[in-house]
T-cell receptor, first 116, second 114 residues
Framework: DTGVSQDPRHKITKRGQNVTFRCDPI?????LYWYRQTLGQGPEFLTY????????KSRLLSDRFSAERPKGSFSTLEIQRTEQGDSAMYLC??????????????FGPGTRLLVL | TQLLEQSPQFLSIQEGENLTVYCNSS?????LQWYRQEPGEGPVLLVT?????EVKKLKRLTFQFGDARKDSSLHITAAQPGDTGLYLC??????????????FGKGTKLSVKP
């Protein structure tokens, strides 16, 4: 399977704990995105990388959130001191940038986080 | 405020019926995309429309991009139970030449009953 993979698929944690999610993009893609999706909403952009450089961060990404892509391949998203409002599906997507709005982002299956 | 408004939010129809889902904005997008998402999975791209007025067909699905590149529609002919899912529109905005983020609407949850 050469698609985007995410691990774990499900995570249940207690409020105040730290969690880390991993995303493995499609191997030849140099862009990697993180989104958050809550019930009844579309995905909301969190951050993206081009190779190992983090180029943009949303205001949704509070200082409790940190993302890395150390070697320009896989990425991790860490949430420190989790809160119940962090419960959501965290989606990763990868792409190769194309001009003129023709970029296709390929999404992984997501990690569903539940904070008790 | 939601930059991309989708309507209706929910749609429940019988197999064989036709339907149209709308995606509207007051902003101009360099392109609009339509995704379909199944429960517990990530969105899967159906189509990208780039040119104002563009119409694309994918079997029983017809996608249209508004002339002013502010809106789009998805029409499904003779819906089947396999069409059931969450349909999301998403767009790239022009930021002085760079592509910017992909912005999603809230989605239309379609249920097609046999």
């Amino acid at each position: 399977d050469t698609g985007v993979s995410q691990d774990p698929r499900h995570k249940i944690t207690k409020r105040g704990q730290n969690v880390t999610f991993r995303c493995d993009p499609i191997s030849e893609h140099n862009r990697l995105y993180w989104y958050r999706q809550t019930l009844g909403q579309g995905p909301e952009f969190l951050t993206y990388f081009q190779n190992e450089a983090q180029l943009e961060k949303s205001r949704l990404l509070s200082d409790r959130f940190s993302a890395e892509r150390p070697k320009g391949s896989f990425s991790t998203l860490e949430i420190q001191r989790t809160e119940q409002g962090d419960s959501a599906m965290y989606l990763c997507a990868s792409s190769t940038p194309l001009a003129g709005g023709r970029e296709t982002q390929y999404f992984g299956p997501g990690t569903r986080l539940l904070v008790l | 405020t939601q930059l991309l408004e989708q309507s209706p939010q929910f749609l429940s129809i019988q197999e064989g019926e036709n339907l149209t889902v709308y995606c509207n904005s007051s902003s101009v997008f360099s392109s609009l995309q339509w995704y379909r998402q199944e429960p517990g999975e990530g969105p899967v791209l159906l189509v990208t429309v780039v040119t104002g007025g563009e119409v694309k067909k994918l079997k029983r699905l017809t996608f249209q991009f508004g002339d002013a590149r502010k809106d789009s529609s998805l029409h499904i002919t003779a819906a089947q139970p396999g069409d059931t899912g969450l349909y999301l529109c998403a767009g790239f905005m022009n930021y002085g030449g760079s592509q910017g983020n992909l912005i999603f609407g809230k989605g239309t949850k379609l249920s097609v009953k046999p």
